[in-house]
Antibody, heavy 119, light 107 residues
Framework: QVQLQESGPGLVKPSETLSLTCTVS????????WSWIRQPPGKGLEWIGF???????NYNPSLKSRVTMSVDTSKNQFSLKLSSVTAADTAVYYC?????????????WGRGTMVTVSS | DIQMTQSPSSVSASVGERVTITCRAS??????LAWFQQKPGKAPKSLIY???SLQSGVPSKFSGSGSGTDFTLTISSLQPEDFAIYYC?????????FGQGTKVQIK
């Protein structure tokens, strides 16, 4: 059974870069699309972007200038970097798998990791 | 961006009742519509994709319908474990967008 686990610092200072990794266990990063989604405390869900195992990427335009996603097939991981963070980036960050052949529907979610932006 | 509007924002229902949640897209999205369930402090759980297809392992009491701009999620007989927030999501057009959520509460 495929499981996803997010990892990274829970506290990031304003103006610095948030870095998270999602480790895929019980399956392979190929040949899937992968996604990052976030949820500010008490609010709804926001899509950050998709990345294909081969590296093709699509970012949310609202974050595009600050986001970098990557895949490491050798480690069965994919990653998120968000630069120049502010308090508005405080959220639970989820990694997720896109169902094969669905065109973009998420089928598996990680448990999520809370990231707080504060000095 | 495509706006996804869910109604109602919250609904109170009793165990055993049938509940229907509506999701409307600001423009046509074919059937590229998913539904998720989220319980407090937990990650969302995927219920439905392609408007009406159940994700693996999801019980048949959940059903989805619709195409174009108007969609529904129906829970046929509400059970205690179904009290949660439900979100719709369109993935027809980038950026992917979510509805604001519908909270299903105990009456």
């Amino acid at each position: 059974q495929v499981q996803l686990q997010e990892s990274g610092p829970g506290l990031v200072k304003p103006s610095e870069t948030l870095s998270l990794t999602c480790t895929v266990s019980g399956g392979s990063v190929s040949p899937y699309f992968w996604s990052w989604i976030r949820q500010p405390p008490g609010k709804g869900l926001e899509w950050i972007g998709f990345i294909y195992y081969s590296g093709n990427i699509n970012y949310n335009p609202s974050l595009k200038s600050r986001v970098t996603m990557s895949v490491d097939t050798s480690k069965n991981q994919f990653s998120l970097k968000l630069s120049s963070v502010t308090a508005a980036d405080t959220a639970v960050y989820y990694c997720a798998r896109v169902k094969y052949g669905s065109g973009g529907a998420v089928d598996i979610w990680g448990r999520g990791t809370m990231v707080t932006v504060s000095s | 961006d495509i706006q996804m509007t869910q109604s109602p924002s919250s609904v109170s229902a009793s165990v055993g009742e049938r509940v229907t949640i509506t999701c409307r897209a600001s423009q046509g999205i074919n059937d590229y519509l998913a539904w998720f369930q989220q319980k407090p402090g937990k990650a969302p759980k995927s219920l439905i994709y392609a408007a009406s297809s159940l994700q693996s392992g999801v019980p048949s009491k959940f059903s989805g319908s619709g195409s174009g701009t108007d969609f529904t999620l129906t829970i046929s007989s509400l059970q205690p474990e179904d009290f949660a927030i439900y979100y719709c999501q369109q993935y027809n057009t980038y950026p992917v967008t979510f509805g604001q959520g519908t909270k299903v509460q105990i009456k």
